[in-house]
């Protein structure tokens, strides 16, 4: 719920170094990784010859080989576009798609089910045996490379409900408690399936159970590395908590004028609306109102402040770059900001 790039700024301050590192890592991983038999360029030249050599004859694993595949292949497979798309910045990623729609057709990539996107068997072949994201999914890189994010211990970077853990399980080997989201959908652009940014560290119930295949772009839906959602959304009360009455429901409010999706598409609201008592924000709410007295700047320095400030920081932190580490904590905050006219204790 904040943007990804400030959760690493809390951590380290050159965070765009963090980023160009992860970047190469993983370029590193799919050009000459050891858990790999042969480099992304290898496997993306297999195809393109596997497939000229069956053009235009016979199916080739239910593909029909024709010329549209192989120019889409062989500019994948052009000096250095394998390294920048797994480079891509997100604000490149649209330029890229209208580039490679010139080339070839997306009902290439997938079909139409009952409104539902299913891969075709070539965009299968793309993610299964180009670019293989499965295996980079269950390797050492995948973790290293979110360790060095700073998502050992944070949570679900699009509902911040949901822990998003890396721990040593009883085999001693480190495992990730996420999934990935492809914010372009896998199916629809298989040739980004592997692709640095496309990547959002996720909960099941965001990308698995809600998200799936749904279409998101820049134009439409916030992007994690771009966007900041605590920035565009709040979390309102229906109540009136200042006055003291009990927290029972809440409604997102938008707070810009952007166009976007995001909180719609995930059903966020109705979510967090069932969320509100797993995430204790009643009891969170009644006691900052028992304690109001302690946010203004009359108490600042005292004991008695600093023992509340201590006590709302677990559940609500300062720092809006802290949000992805607790659960509820965006919601905590949105809460607290009802109380804490003064700023006295949260700061952007």
């Not at 000459?32 to 030249?45: F, N, P, V």
């Not at 029909?64 to 120019?71: K, L, S």
Request: proline share 3%.
């Amino acid at each position: 719920m904040i943007n990804i790039k400030e959760h690493i700024r809390m951590h380290n301050p050159d965070v765009q170094g963090v980023l160009d590192g992860c970047e190469q890592t993983l370029w590193l991983y799919m050009d000459k990784g050891k858990t790999l038999a042969r480099s992304i360029s290898m496997r993306a030249e297999d195809l393109l010859n596997e497939i000229k050599k069956h053009r235009n004859t016979q199916p080739l694993k239910q593909v029909q080989p024709d010329d549209t595949h192989i120019e889409f292949l062989e500019y994948l497979t052009s000096p250095g576009k394998l390294e920048e798309i797994v480079k891509l910045k997100p604000e490149m990623m649209e330029k890229e798609i209208s580039t490679i729609r010139g080339i070839i057709g997306d009902e290439y990539f997938y079909s139409l089910d009952d409104d539902k996107r299913k891969s075709t068997e070539f965009g299968k072949r793309l993610i299964d045996e180009v670019f293989k994201y499965g295996n980079y999914r269950n390797s050492k890189t995948f973790t290293e490379i979110y360790k060095c994010l700073f998502f050992k211990k944070a949570t679900c970077v699009y509902c911040n409900s949901t822990p998003a853990i890396i721990f040593k399980n009883k085999k001693g080997r480190d495992q990730a408690l996420f999934e990935l989201d492809h914010f372009y959908s896998e199916v629809c652009y298989p040739y980004l399936s592997m692709s640095f940014y496309n990547h959002i560290p996720s909960c099941s119930n965001c990308n698995a159970r809600i998200k799936l295949a749904q279409e998101f772009t820049l134009s439409s839906h916030l992007h994690p590395f771009l966007n900041c959602f605590d920035e565009e959304y709040t979390f309102k009360t229906t109540q009136n908590i200042l006055g003291g009455e009990a927290l029972t429901t809440i409604h997102l409010e938008k707070t810009t004028s952007t166009q976007e999706k995001l909180a719609v598409d995930l059903e966020l609201e109705n979510r967090y609306l069932n969320y509100l008592t797993t995430a204790s924000a009643p009891e969170f709410s009644e006691g900052v109102y028992v304690n109001r007295h302690l946010l203004s700047s009359r108490h600042t320095g005292q004991d008695e402040q600093k023992r509340f400030f201590k006590m709302l920081e677990p559940k609500a932190p300062r720092e809006k770059n802290n949000i992805l580490q607790k659960s509820y904590a965006k919601l905590n905050r949105d809460i607290l900001k009802v109380f804490d006219v003064d700023k006295n204790y949260l700061k952007s």
